[in-house]
């Protein structure tokens, strides 16, 4: 289908008449956790070949994950919102809001009523801190008023990442079922061998004349995005390529374009940006059990999808005073060396390695690139590390010379809030003995970071996939000055004006989490977790409890 057919039958389709209701919003939510179901299997599949893994059980769990249960989640979180709003006019929230010691409104988004959330994440919570002004009475704002708006007027543009599967799919039912907009979805070229499933698994939502799915390279993306038509624009990448899109193709031009602030694409566009995701280690005492847990953590979150997330840690933040600094360091090291390497299926990824890392390699006979974990950079001393996304297995440590918890912790806030590149998101560990005593002082650290998401214990990856959090940069960005992107997904309990969704966990995860390449049971609990959030029940709750525990 062209880019003008796309666009000619989404102008005709009969939705445009008859309105978007919130009651026709959830039946396509009902009907396409049926679809989807059906296509589950393929899609995994489909994505562990395209990155050049076939058959292979941890990459097959990893796209089940990132893909069918995400997106099913989705829909049944949706679905909830979406209920709520035609019985009582809101979303009901996961718990009673609060305030911080500011006065920030603070609101409960984690866990949720339903889905088994309490029992399936155990001892995980999260909330969202509103901006300034926010109060209890006002938290959803505008969402009230774009989810009761049945009108059909708009057609988006979604420019799809090409690494995991969830993003394109999230970002474009985020406009269908939130804001009543038709989405025409260009995929990306690294990942386009999904699109029969895609059109498959989203049947109801093209059906109903609010999806369609085109491919091609840029000179589509460029006649997309440009056509009088299309309205907005949503863009996943790089800010590299939001400012070729935004402000023109060359340097020169984009400076002077935005000396003028004149954009060559003049429409509304929001974006999901990279970012140079830190992990900040707080210096204290921990068990040896403590340390190889948030050691576990980290190495996965470096090496899940072969490195190819903008969540994936890049720079790990220490004490280089902290005495148990080098045995934390060499687990991280041991962890990397347990874990398989995978191809480096994403394009300029050798390049990338190369550039960043200082090593002329060539990739084995498989294109697998070796995980990188460059240690001892100093904080105060510039690195291109620091100021671009790696996206590929390389990852830094970054030392910030204290011992004092507090310092640290105050100085390494800082240390990412001016000396990283992007707002996306950040994660935190914690001794046991400081959150229990300085609690306060962790409060204030967390309110200071410039990061739309921030995880205490836990990887960012698992705040995306949960959905009740916002997802998005760091609220301030501008076109000039784009960060992380403009503007959020997910965000399922609709939250208007929010500044950062905050994830709490223990330092011990339990079970073993399954992103960690060493859970044996992966394949299996994806899809015994796909099988609840289908059709939640107790008894599929036990299976997915009983693969999970024989991990």
Not at 486 to 497: K, Q
Request: charged share 20%; glycine share 6%.
């Amino acid at each position: 289908m062209s880019v003008n057919e796309a666009i000619d039958s989404l102008l005709k389709a009969e939705i445009r008449k008859t309105g978007l209701t919130i009651r026709k919003r959830y039946m396509l939510c009902k009907r396409s956790l049926d679809t989807l179901a059906e296509t589950a299997e393929a899609w995994s599949e489909a994505g562990a070949f395209g990155k050049q893994c076939p058959g292979n059980p941890n990459v097959l769990a990893e796209e089940m994950l990132t893909g069918p249960v995400t997106i099913t989640r989705l829909l049944r979180l949706a679905s909830k919102t979406l209920e709520q709003f035609a019985m009582r006019g809101k979303p009901k929230l996961a718990g009673t809001c609060k305030e911080t010691s500011n006065r920030q409104c603070v609101v409960p988004i984690f866990p949720t009523h339903y889905l088994w959330d309490r029992l399936t994440f155990m001892g995980l919570s999260a909330e969202a801190i509103m901006q300034p002004g926010v109060s209890t009475s006002n938290i959803h704002g505008q969402w009230l008023k774009a989810v009761t708006d049945t009108k059909v007027t708009n057609i988006v543009a979604v420019l799809g990442a090409g690494n995991v599967s969830a993003v394109p799919a999230t970002d474009s039912l985020h406009r269908i079922l939130f804001q009543s907009q038709q989405v025409i979805l260009k995929m990306n070229p690294v990942n386009d061998y999904l699109h029969p499933i895609f059109e498959k698994a989203f049947s109801p939502f093209i059906e109903e004349g609010m999806l369609r799915i085109i491919c091609g390279g840029v000179d589509v993306g460029n006649e997309l995005i440009h056509h009088p038509d299309i309205a907005e624009v949503h863009i996943t990448g790089s800010t590299q390529s939001h400012d070729r899109i935004v402000w023109g193709s060359e340097t020169h031009e984009q400076d002077a374009n935005k000396a003028t602030n004149t954009p060559i694409l003049a429409k509304p566009v929001t974006s999901e940006l990279g970012n140079v995701t830190p992990w900040i280690v707080v210096p204290g005492s921990y068990t040896n059990r403590q340390l190889d847990s948030q050691a576990q953590h980290i190495a996965a979150s470096i090496t899940n999808n072969a490195g190819f997330n903008c969540l994936a840690t890049r720079v790990v933040v220490t004490s280089s005073q902290w005495p148990q600094r080098s045995e934390f360091l060499s687990l991280i090291d041991k962890h990397l060396a347990a874990t398989p390497l995978r191809p480096a299926y994403y394009p300029g990824a050798v390049d990338r390695y190369r550039k960043f890392t200082g090593q002329d390699i060539t990739p084995d006979p498989t294109n697998r690139l070796p995980w990188a974990f460059i240690k001892n950079q100093d904080s105060t001393k510039p690195s291109p590390l620091f100021k671009e996304e790696t996206f590929v297995g390389v990852c830094v440590e970054a030392t910030i010379a204290t011992e004092s918890p507090d310092t640290f912790l105050k100085e390494a806030v800082d240390f990412c809030n001016q000396g990283l590149a992007g707002t996306l998101c950040a994660s935190m560990t914690v001794p046991q003995d400081y959150e229990r005593t300085k609690r306060d002082v962790i409060e204030q650290q967390i309110q200071r970071l410039r990061y739309s998401t921030v995880c205490i214990n836990q990887w960012s990856g698992l705040a995306y996939s949960l959905l009740t959090p916002p997802w998005g940069g760091y609220p301030g960005a501008t076109l000039q000055n784009i960060e992380s992107g403009i503007g959020s997904v997910h965000n399922t309990f609709l939250l208007d004006r929010y500044e950062k969704s905050v994830l709490r966990g223990p330092l011990v995860s339990f079970p073993k989490p399954v992103w960690f390449p060493t859970n044996k049971n992966a394949l299996a609990i994806a899809r015994h977790l796909l099988a609840l959030y289908q059709r939640p029940s107790l008894a599929r709750f036990l299976k997915l409890l009983t693969s999970a525990l024989t991990a």
